[in-house]
């Protein structure tokens, strides 16, 4: 029997675990050669396909110099050269780089970023405002800025106390936008969201012009705009950023899963100048207290400054591009299909969902999915009744075609 305690894993209904061996490119094997096509790459953060070459070299390279060093007070090369190259293609106003090891972790850095930024310069703001369906992470502060539900409620005591925004469903946006404006006139300190989707939350979708709506707002009132692009980064929207589409600049956004292509943890929140210089003192009570034992850790550094170049000099935004022209081909076989609704794209991205009576992340529609989908060699992982496919950008045609037909095989057995 294992020891091992695994994430979102309900051990007690015994379900297999499979032991991965090795990865390549969009498929994972097991030692017998088992293969699987990793169709969710394996939780959002493969982009541009398992054990890339540049990738893979630039991490052995750097075991040879320099492994860890603690980034208190200290700094290295593959830090300075990667915080460099972030300024240079983010929006303009990010200025300043933080480095942590998680999307949850980037988040917390961001929200403490903008109760310090309010709490230096002397201004009594620090409630958060949020939108509804939100998720941002696991640690407490991430909790307390998603939305509560079956992932949270047992820690109810540790969360604090949050203005909720509702989703800006198509047709609904200016309700959205109405509850922003009056949630903003009690001057909150700052309003986070996850640009043009919400991922954990079902993979929601909304326009971009809603997204650059919000921001005006917030800088119409002095609200810092906090943009969560753990997910949405590394052109999974179809570009870059998904900020890039609003044609926005947030005053602090999280990076994370696809930074380093996939292959290590790594993490930043950029931020504005101004929310630098709130920090910035001869009074040591004004430092910006946070970091991880593994701030900055070189040998992630260096496999991110990979991933910068891969995008620099090879055509990744083509691979997007047909990848989305792909997965949109895929997506219209279930046009009319009674038994699914909703179907949707952004980019790379596309969902679903499946018509049941118990619809929601507790689905008992998930587990009998997720059985299917691994017997039949793919890594689907639905969100209750919700199905989505985010695979890397190197999938090949024939994988992706297999994925959705073992999706439709799915429908017709569970």
Not at 29 to 54: C, F, K, L, M, Q
Request: aromatic letters at 8%.
């Amino acid at each position: 029997m294992s020891a091992v305690w695994h994430p979102f894993t309900q051990h007690g209904l015994q379900e297999p675990i499979p032991r991965i061996a090795r990865a390549q490119g969009a498929a994972l094997y097991a030692e017998d050669g088992t293969r699987w096509i990793d169709a969710i790459s394996s939780w959002w953060v493969t982009t541009h396909g398992h054990n890339n070459p540049r990738i893979m070299a630039a991490i052995r390279a750097q075991t040879e110099k320099l492994d860890q060093l603690i980034f208190a007070g200290w700094t290295h090369e593959p830090a300075e050269t990667l915080a460099d190259a972030l300024v240079e293609i983010t929006p303009e106003p990010l200025t300043r780089v933080f480095f942590s090891d998680s999307g949850s972790t980037s988040v917390e850095v961001a929200l403490k970023m903008a109760l310090g930024y309010w709490a230096n310069i002397g201004a009594a703001r620090s409630r958060i405002l949020v939108m509804e369906h939100s998720y941002h992470g696991d640690t407490i502060g991430a909790m307390s800025v998603g939305a509560r539900g079956v992932f949270n409620k047992p820690y109810d005591p540790l969360l604090f106390d949050v203005g909720t925004i509702p989703f800006p469903a198509a047709g609904q946006e200016q309700a959205t936008l109405d509850a922003l404006e009056t949630a903003c006139r009690d001057h909150p300190a700052a309003f986070i969201v996850e640009p043009l989707i919400l991922g954990a939350g079902g993979m929601l979708i909304y326009r971009a012009e809603t997204l650059t709506a919000m921001r005006h707002i917030c800088a119409r009132y002095g609200v810092l705009f906090i943009a969560d692009e753990v997910m949405t980064g590394w052109g999974r929207t179809g570009t870059r950023f998904a900020c890039t589409q609003a044609g926005i600049a947030p005053d602090l956004m999280c990076l994370s899963k696809g930074l380093t292509g996939g292959a290590l943890p790594l993490a930043v929140t950029l931020a504005t100048e101004d929310i630098f210089a709130a920090h910035y003192s001869q009074d040591r009570a004004k430092t910006f207290y946070h970091s991880s034992s593994y701030t900055a850790n070189p040998i992630a550094c260096a496999a991110a400054n990979a991933n910068l170049d891969i995008w620099r000099d090879e055509p990744v935004q083509d691979r997007i591009d047909a990848l989305a022209h792909h997965q949109s081909r895929q997506l219209a076989r279930f046009d009319g299909d009674p038994r699914i609704t909703g179907q949707r794209r952004l980019g790379t991205i596309t969902a679903m969902d499946i018509v049941v009576p118990d619809g929601g992340y507790l689905s008992n529609l998930a587990p009998r999915l997720s059985a299917h989908f691994r017997e039949r060699g793919v890594l689907l992982r639905p969100l209750g009744n919700t199905l989505y496919v985010m695979p890397p950008y190197c999938i090949e045609d024939a994988d992706l075609v297999h994925v959705y037909d073992t999706i439709s095989d799915g429908l017709d057995r569970v």
